[in-house]
């Protein structure tokens, strides 16, 4: 059974495009999360939410735009892609409070 | 700003070996998490071991242990009984206690060699 999914595993799109990342968690947690690894496998934050509310949103450009429809979707929205949003992008999960996070296959996202 | 660093850029370990992966952090919480994430070739991230910092018990998850030293702000990784499935990206991060953001290290590649 798989605890966090993404979809899809693959994009590749060209400069300006718009796109987005699906994220779903069947674990009944109530906090997701999105990450950035870069080119050098750099993971960084980008957002997280908590039962539908945004709680983290690091600096990251506002053609980013999570959006979460329930407690166990937090889908991840990206205006006017750039080469520099080549990277892949990471879904986790956790409980509320600072507890172990599961993380979601991954997307790679190649700009073109 | 919590930050975590990870020394060794690249390991590598003669299988059935002993393999030690180091990671320091600074901080001025005084409770909080420590945790290792393993990244294959797959991708995948997946926790390997798990660490709070208000217990002086190191943790262990078969052959995998921690030495964690408070004081020193360290966090080292111990692979004991090395094998080829160990070959991946290890990151060390650090939660603090009242929050969710979680911090990463810059990783360090292992390889287990035959």
């Known amino acids: 059974d798989t605890a966090v999914s993404q979809t899809p595993k693959y994009l590749v799109t060209q400069m300006g495009n718009d796109k987005s990342i699906k994220c779903e968690q069947n674990l009944g947690h109530d906090t997701m999360y999105w990450y950035k690894q870069d080119s050098k496998k750099f993971l960084k934050i980008m957002f997280s939410y908590n039962n539908k509310e945004l709680i983290i949103n690091e600096t990251v450009p506002n053609r980013f735009s999570p959006k979460s429809p329930d407690k166990a979707h937090l889908n991840l929205h990206i205006n006017s892609l750039e080469l520099g949003d080549s990277a892949v992008y990471f879904c986790?999960?956790?409980?509320?409070?600072?507890?172990?996070?599961?993380f979601g296959p991954g997307t790679r996202l190649l700009v073109l | 700003a919590q930050t975590v660093t990870q020394s060794q850029p690249e390991m590598s370990v003669q299988e059935a070996e002993t393999v030690t992966l180091s990671c320091t952090y600074d901080t001025s919480e005084n409770n909080y998490y420590l945790f290792w994430y393993k990244q294959p070739p797959s991708r995948q991230m997946i926790l390997v071991i798990r660490q709070e910092a208000y217990k002086q018990q190191n943790a262990t998850e078969n052959r995998f242990s921690v030495n964690f030293q408070k004081a020193a702000k360290s966090f080292s990784l111990k692979i004991s009984d090395s094998q080829l499935g160990d070959t991946a990206m290890y990151f060390c991060?650090?939660?603090?206690?009242?929050?969710?953001?979680?911090?990463f290290g810059a990783g360090t590649r292992l390889t287990v060699k035959p």
């Open positions: 986790a999960s956790s409980r509320q409070g600072a507890q172990t996070q599961y």
């Open positions: 991060a650090f939660m603090g206690r009242d929050n969710n953001d979680m911090r």
